[in-house]
Structure formats: structure tokens, C-alpha cells
């Protein structure tokens, strides 16, 4: 049995989703971003204790099969971030989230927008911007390495494309108490 998990975004939601799990003696469920796979159908009775336990750590069973989609192309946008980093020749956008969630981009695009009032691109340079203002807050790169690690075609490019979605630019995000941080869980 699979069900989705809404909120599940990083490794650590992976983890604390495991241990629920094993706390519930299920122990082999097979957990990923968004996503957990058991080896069988559980009763009414252990979905609801599972929904009640994942809402105490700020998560929530996904039923309704457009809401799962839309979860599942978030979760499959932080892969693609990470993606974009560690790859010389990235997948494109559209490949890499039909490949992920098994389904036809121009279907899941439709049903996000539909959904969300948003686009999936929008969504994935909200999301971009928030991984540039993690790496600026590093201090190890440059603006221009940063560019380069999420495959922007210039540096100016991102620039304006944080200023657009920010409202700063990145000399006025880097000052002292202005580097505001969002989860990438609550884009």
C-alpha cells in the first residue's frame, strides 16, 4: 500500500516519518520525499492512528489523487534542485518531473495550476531562490559560483530573478538581519 504525506520535504521529514513508522511496528515501510510504501493494506483503524501521528509532527496523509500530484511534483522539484547542483548536463525541467512522477508533463502542469493558482515553473524559481539565499549564507561561493551550481545562464539573470521574487537585491539580503529564510516545505 502507498500513501502520500503532505509536508515531507527533506531528510529529515524522511526520518522523523521512519520513526513513526517503526514506532507503529512498521519497521520495512519503504519511506521517501513524500511518499511511504508499506507492505500491506493497513485497517481504518491503523490510518487513522498513522494520520494522527504524522499531524503531531506537522504532516498529513494525502488522499485525493489531484492534491498527491501536486505533493508529488514538490517533491520531485527539491530532486530537481539538487539535481541542477551535481549535474554537468541537467535533465530539462519537464523530463525530469514526468520521469519522476510517471506521469505526462503538460497533464501535471495543468493539474498544479489548476490546484495552486500557480505554475510549476514559478514554483521551482521560488524554490531556487531559496536555495541561493541558503548558499549566500554559507559564505563559501561567490554569486557567480552559485549561478553557475544552479544553472543560471548568468549571474545577472539570477540577480533579477531575486530581486523579483524577494524584493531585494542580494547586496541588500546579505546586510546584517535582512537574510529571511523560508522552508522549502511552506513554498
Not at 25 to 36: H, I, Q
Not at 81 to 107: A, C, G, M, W
Amino acid at each position: 500500500m502507498k500513501v502520500s504525506v503532505k509536508n515531507m520535504v527533506c531528510p529529515r521529514c524522511v526520518e522523523s516519518v521512519s520513526d513513526i513508522l517503526s514506532g507503529m511496528d512498521f519497521p520495512e515501510a519503504r519511506v521517501e520525499l513524500g511518499s511511504v510504501e508499506l507492505d500491506r493494506k493497513l485497517t481504518e483503524s491503523e490510518l487513522d492512528l498513522l494520520s494522527d501521528r504524522l499531524q503531531s509532527k506537522g504532516f498529513e496523509l494525502i488522499f485525493d489523487r489531484e492534491t498527491e500530484l501536486v505533493y508529488d511534483v514538490k517533491a520531485a522539484l527539491i530532486k530537481y534542485i539538487d539535481h541542477l547542483e551535481h549535474s554537468q548536463t541537467p535533465d530539462k525541467l519537464s523530463v525530469f518531473v514526468s520521469r519522476q512522477t510517471n506521469y505526462n508533463y503538460s497533464y501535471l502542469s495543468k493539474v498544479y495550476s489548476d490546484q495552486t493558482g500557480s505554475t510549476i515553473e514559478t514554483h521551482l524559481i521560488e524554490m531556487k531562490i531559496e536555495r541561493v539565499k541558503e548558499l549566500l549564507g554559507f559564505r563559501k561561493w561567490t554569486l557567480s559560483e552559485i549561478a553557475w551550481k544552479l544553472k543560471y545562464s548568468s549571474v545577472q539573470y539570477l540577480s533579477n530573478q531575486f530581486k523579483k521574487v524577494t524584493g531585494m537585491t542580494v547586496t541588500e539580503f546579505r546586510k546584517p538581519g535582512r537574510a529571511v529564510r523560508k522552508s522549502l516545505d511552506t513554498i
